[in-house]
C-alpha cells in the first residue's frame, strides 16, 4: 500500500520475488524431509495449491479491485497469510519428522552399513562431492534450459496465439485457462509418477514439454490451440516438482535444502532469460516461429541430458530391497556411523 512511485514498486516487486523463491524452497524442503515413499505425491499436491490459487483468485480480486481499489485489495488478501498461515505453520508445522513418524516409511536398521555411510562428516563436505560430480553440472544444465523454455512459454504463448496465429485475445486468454486447469492435475500425477520411475518420469516430463511445442506450430483454431494449451500445461506441471527430486534421488536426503536453494536458482536465471531472448528474436524476425523451433530444439537437448542422470541414492535402495528412498537427517547419517 505504500507504492507511490516506479522505485517503490520496483522495491516492492524484489522483496515479494524474494519471499515467494524463499518459501517455495522452504516448503519442497519440509516436504521432502517428511515424505519419503510419496515424496513427489505430496509435493504435487502442495504445488497444486498455487494453480487453484491461479484459477480461483481472479474471481476474487476483480471484483474487490473495481469496489475498493488494488491497494485496499492486496492488503485484504493478506490477511489470509496473516490468520491462517502463519498460526498455522507456526504452531502445527515441525521441521522434522520423529523417529516413530520416520520408522512407518524406513526401518533405519534396514539400511546396509555402506547406506549410512554415505554421507560427509560436514555441510561443507557434502556440498564439496556433490560440486565435484559431473552428474551434477549436467542437471544445472538441463533444469537451466528447460526452466529458459518453460517461461518462455508462460510469457508469449498468449501473444503467439493472439499475434502469430491471429486467433484473437479471448482465445488466447482462454488457452492460458486451459494450462492453468492442466498444471492442477499434472503436479499431482506427475510426482506420482517420479515417486516410481524418478528421473526418468522427469525426463518424460521434458519429452512432453516438447510435444507441447511442437503442437503450437498448427495452430489454427480453438481445438488446436486447446490441445497446445493442455500439453503444455501438464508438462509444466511435472517441471514444478523435479527440483526436489533431483536433489533427494540423485544425492540423498542431506542439505536437501541447499541443494533445492541452489537448483531452484539456477531455474530463476532461465526463467529470467527465457522470455527476453524470444522476445528479442521476435522483434528482430517478426514472428514467433524461429523462436519456438529453438525452444523446441532446446527442450530435446535437456531430455538428451537426463539420459546421463542417474537417482543414485535412490537406486542403491532399491537394490538392497528397500522400497523406500531413506529420509534420515545429517544427525542420523552421523548416530549410525557412531554407534
Known amino acids: 500500500m505504500a507504492i507511490q512511485g516506479l522505485a517503490s514498486f520496483y522495491a516492492a516487486g524484489i522483496v515479494l520475488g524474494l519471499a515467494a523463491t524463499t518459501i517455495i524452497v522452504a516448503v519442497k524442503t519440509l516436504m521432502s524431509h517428511w515424505f519419503d515413499r510419496n515424496q513427489g505425491l505430496s509435493l504435487g499436491v502442495v504445488m497444486m495449491g498455487s494453480s487453484v490459487a491461479g484459477i480461483v483468485l481472479p474471481f476474487f480480486a476483480a471484483p474487490l479491485i473495481n469496489a475498493h481499489g488494488w491497494r485496499v485489495t492486496f492488503a485484504l488478501m493478506s490477511l489470509g497469510i496473516w490468520l491462517v498461515g502463519l498460526p498455522l505453520f507456526l504452531l502445527v508445522t515441525r521441521e522434522t519428522p520423529s523417529e516413530e513418524e520416520l520408522s512407518r516409511e524406513l526401518d533405519d536398521a534396514r539400511l546396509p552399513e555402506e547406506l549410512k555411510e554415505m554421507a560427509p562428516t560436514s555441510p561443507r563436505d557434502f556440498l564439496a562431492s556433490v560440486l565435484s560430480q559431473p552428474m551434477f553440472w549436467i542437471i544445472v544444465c538441463a533444469i537451466f534450459i528447460i526452466s529458459f523454455v518453460d517461461q518462455s512459454l508462460n510469457q508469449h504463448s498468449v501473444l503467439f496465439i493472439e499475434r502469430d496465429r491471429g486467433l484473437g485475445e479471448e482465445l488466447a486468454a482462454r488457452a492460458m485457462s486451459a494450462t492453468f486447469v492442466a498444471g492442477v492435475f499434472a503436479k499431482i500425477g506427475f510426482g506420482w509418477i517420479y515417486d516410481r520411475v524418478s528421473i526418468r518420469g522427469i525426463q518424460g516430463s521434458y519429452i512432453l514439454m516438447a510435444v507441447g511445442i511442437a503442437l503450437a506450430f498448427p495452430i ?79 527442450t530435446i537437448v535437456a531430455a538428451a541430458l537426463l539420459s546421463w542422470v542417474q537417482p543414485t541414492y535412490r537406486n542403491q535402495l532399491v537394490c538392497r530391497g528397500i522400497e523406500n528412498v531413506a529420509d534420515i537427517s545429517p544427525l542420523d547419517h552421523t548416530n549410525a556411523r557412531t554407534s
Not at 527440483?243 to 534421488?249: D, E, G, P, Q, V
Not at 531455474?267 to 516461429?289: E, F, K, L, M
Open 220 to 298: 489454427s483454431g480453438v481445438l488446436t490451440a486447446l490441445a497446445f494449451a493442455l500439453v503444455r500445461g501438464a508438462a509444466h506441471g511435472g517441471l514444478l516438482v523435479q527440483k526436489s527430486i533431483f536433489a533427494k534421488h540423485c544425492f540423498g536426503p542431506t542439505q536437501l535444502g541447499k541443494l533445492i536453494g541452489i537448483l531452484t536458482a539456477v531455474a530463476s536465471i532461465g526463467y529470467a532469460a527465457g522470455p527476453v531472448a524470444v522476445g528479442w528474436i521476435y522483434d528482430q524476425s517478426g514472428t514467433y516461429r524461429y523462436a519456438f523451433v529453438l525452444l523446441l530444439g532446446l
